[in-house]
């Protein structure tokens, strides 16, 4: 298993960093958000076309580039899976017409996540997290690895438990410690929360990701793996 950081900053963040997105390369090529400029990020980094692209949820940073992958498959003559909830398909589709690609949607097939599903030799398992709009955490399993990726929540039983001995939690960071309140009332999470989530579910390595302006500081008491542009991670 592969894991390739496409970008890893919020709605509100340096430019230089992209928004959230990350690639994992199992027997699928499988793009975990896509946020505005992904597929131009892809490109740059040197990754494949995606066979699957996760949309957690329909907030902006994590579903404004899929216009732009719709668009690339009707012109290149490929087709991917839209995979996410039931919000994400419906905003997908409003999202193809309002910016004038609705001619594309033939290209995509739309699947509904469900709890847990099996897509070529990769399992995907589902779990909400505590967000204002309804988001999904995905964990990631081939090969007897896996990875975990969060999406955007505040810190959340569910996630804990879907992360539970995996090698990889990658886990939101939009805010340090000390800001614990005022995240947690917006569904998101500090750095401190990331290290205890991680703690709890004995996950081998912490990924933070989901960067604000400010720069993150996270406390010890877990290995950590710091994303980078294009950074790749063999499990």
Known sequence: MEVYVVGYG???????????SVFVKTDINLLL??????????????????DVVFVSHRHGDHILGLPTFMLMARRQGRRFSLLGNREVLEAARSLAVITGVENTLQYVDFVEARQEMVIGGTKLRFAKTKHPVETLAVRVEHGGRCVVYSSDT???????ELARGCD????????????????????????????????????????????????????????????????????
């Open 10 to 20: 919020g709605w509100i963040s340096s430019p230089h960093i992209g928004y959230t």
């Open 33 to 50: 958000d896509a946020g505005e400029c992904t597929y131009v990020r892809m490109a740059q980094c040197g990754l494949p076309w995606p």
């Open 154 to 160: 505040a810190p959340s039983d569910e996630v804990v």
């Open 168 to 235: 990889l939690l990658i886990h939101e960071v939009s805010g340090n410690p000390g800001q614990e309140e005022e995240a947690h009332k917006v569904g998101h999470s500090t750095t401190r929360d990331a290290v205890e989530i991680a703690k709890k579910a004995g996950v081998k390595l912490l990924m933070p990701i989901h960067f604000y302006i400010e720069q993150p500081t996270v406390p010890p008491g877990i290995s950590l793996v710091l994303p980078t542009p294009c950074g790749k991670l063999v499990l």
